[in-house]
Nanobody, 123 residues
Framework: QVQLVESGGGSVQAGGSLRLACAFS????????MGWFRQTPGKEREGVAA???????SYADSVKGRFTISKDNAKSTLYLQMNSLKPEDTAVYYC?????????????????WGQGTQVTVSS
C-alpha cells in the first residue's frame, strides 16, 4: 500500500521561501507520476506542479517561475521549492501519486494522497 507523508509546511512572510517534502513508501517510487496540490476552505483542490516518471515537469500558471518540483528516486522523496511566496499561496498542500497516464494537474488522475501540510504566507 502506497503511503505519502508531507513535511516542511509552516508560516512565512510574503517574499519568503519554503521547501516541502513528501516521503513515498510501499511501491516502486520511480514509476509513479507525482504531484503537488493545494486547497483552501470552500475551494476545489488545485494542481500546483507535477513531475512524471521520466522527469518531465508541469506547473500551474500561478506558480511558474516561483515554484520548482523535483524528486530524488534514491530517497523516494518528492520536493516542492517555493520562492517569492505570496499571501494567495496560503493553503493546505498535498502530495499525490499516480501510476499511469493522464492529466497530471488534475486531482482525478491521482490515486494516493498524503495528509497535507499547512502553508501560511502573511503580508
Amino acid at each position: 500500500q502506497v503511503q505519502l507523508v508531507e513535511s516542511g509546511g509552516g508560516s512565512v512572510q510574503a517574499g519568503g521561501s519554503l521547501r516541502l517534502a513528501c516521503a513515498f513508501s510501499g511501491d516502486t517510487y520511480s514509476r509513479y507520476c507525482m504531484g503537488w496540490f493545494r486547497q483552501t476552505p470552500g475551494k476545489e483542490r488545485e494542481g500546483v506542479a507535477a513531475i512524471d516518471s521520466d522527469g518531465s515537469t508541469s506547473y500551474a500558471d500561478s506558480v511558474k517561475g516561483r515554484f520548482t518540483i523535483s524528486k530524488d528516486n534514491a530517497k523516494s522523496t518528492l520536493y516542492l521549492q517555493m520562492n517569492s511566496l505570496k499571501p494567495e499561496d496560503t493553503a493546505v498542500y498535498y502530495c499525490a501519486a499516480a501510476d499511469g497516464v493522464g492529466d497530471v494537474l488534475s486531482q482525478n488522475f491521482y490515486t494516493y494522497w498524503g495528509q497535507g501540510t499547512q502553508v501560511t504566507v502573511s503580508s
